[in-house]
Every structure is written in structure tokens, then in C-alpha cells.
């Protein structure tokens, strides 16, 4: 009987230390989840942060609205849960605000019109809420990429063509005009002799 006893309680110590084991593996493998995500969050932060410092120091942001564009990344996770749908959210909208400030910045440049598009951040940071509870999930889903789409500015360049195709066709057609005109008299001139 006491073999029975003895044999029990060692089988429970090793089921015990099996459970522990398998138990601090999963503990591990979740802290190791948490620390790649954190990183992840940590990553698309200070890249976005990095070219909004870029903007300031170009002068394309003004240095009073960084924060507010910072808050964008810093208050994602304020009222979200931290789970991989958020966090690619979050990489989708910065990566969406960049790239559309670095098109119409391209697009600018060549138009010569880098202040057109500074007032257009200006009103875009005007628009973004205060405070951190406002950047919930119906602001990352509709209210921000609205926002983003007004930042484009009318393509400048392109206004010009078109001015010069419909200043170039009126010019056409005035000489027309006038040709016509002075050819009229001459026919005139011919009748009468």
C-alpha cells in the first residue's frame, strides 16, 4: 500500500512539473508575441515621427502642429485593443499620411507651389481632435482618411496647360477671325472693279 502511495505522489510531482513547464513555455511565447508586437508598434511610430520631423525641418509642417500630427500615431492604441488587425491598421494609416504628403510635396516641388500645400497641413492639423479618446476606431476607419484626401492640392501644372491650350485655341480662332475679315473686303474690292 504504501508503494501505491509513493507512486502516486511521484506521479503528481511529475505531472505537476510537466504542467509547470508547458505553463512557463506558453508564458514565454506570449511575452516573446507582446515584444514583437511592441517592437512592430515601436518600429511604424518612429518612422512616421522621423518624416514628420522631416516635414517641420523643411518647413512643410509648422513646428506647433508635430505633436498633433504625432498624436495620430500615439494615441492608436488609447481606446483600440492591442491585437494584429489594430496594428495593421495603424501601418496602413501612417503609411497612407506619408505617402500622400510625399506625392503632393513631388508634386509641389514642381509646380513651385510647396505653400499651397503647407496651408493644406496647416487645415488638416486644424481638423484632427485634442483630445486622445477622439482617436478611436471610427476616426482611423472614416474620419482620417477623409482628412488625408483633402490634403491633395489642385495640380497646378496642369491648370497651366490647360490655359495655355485654350488661351493658344482662342488665338487660333481670332486669326481665323481676322483672316476671314480681311479677306471679305478684298472680295468686295473685286465685285466693284
Known amino acids: ?18 504542467y509547470m513547464v508547458i505553463e512557463n513555455n ?19 511610430s ?13 518647413k512643410l509642417i509648422r513646428p506647433k502642429h508635430a505633436p498633433k500630427f504625432n498624436a495620430i500615431v500615439s494615441n492608436f492604441f488609447v481606446v483600440q485593443s492591442h491585437n494584429e488587425e489594430n496594428l495593421a491598421r495603424l501601418e496602413k494609416v501612417s503609411e497612407h499620411l506619408l505617402s ?5 510635396l513631388n508634386k509641389c516641388r514642381s509646380n513651385d507651389n510647396v505653400e499651397l500645400l ?20 471610427n476616426f482611423y476607419v472614416e474620419i482620417l482618411p477623409a482628412l488625408i484626401s483633402r490634403i491633395q492640392t489642385p495640380d497646378t501644372h496642369e491648370k497651366i496647360e490647360h490655359e495655355v491650350e485654350v488661351d493658344s485655341d482662342e488665338k487660333i480662332a481670332s486669326n481665323n477671325d481676322d483672316e476671314h475679315a480681311s479677306s471679305q473686303p478684298r472680295q468686295t474690292a473685286d465685285i466693284i472693279n
Open 1 to 18: 500500500m504504501s508503494y501505491i502511495v509513493f507512486v502516486s505522489i511521484v506521479l503528481l510531482i511529475t505531472i505537476l512539473g510537466v
Open 118 to 137: 503647407s496651408e493644406q497641413l496647416f487645415l488638416f492639423a486644424a481638423e484632427l481632435p485634442s483630445a486622445g479618446i477622439a482617436y478611436n476606431k
Open 46 to 58: 518612429s518612422l512616421y515621427k522621423r518624416k514628420i520631423a522631416e516635414y517641420v525641418d523643411c
Open 100 to 104: 500622400q504628403i510625399g506625392s503632393e
Open 26 to 44: 506558453r508564458q514565454k511565447a506570449r511575452d516573446a508575441e507582446k515584444k514583437i508586437f511592441n517592437e512592430r508598434v515601436k518600429d511604424i
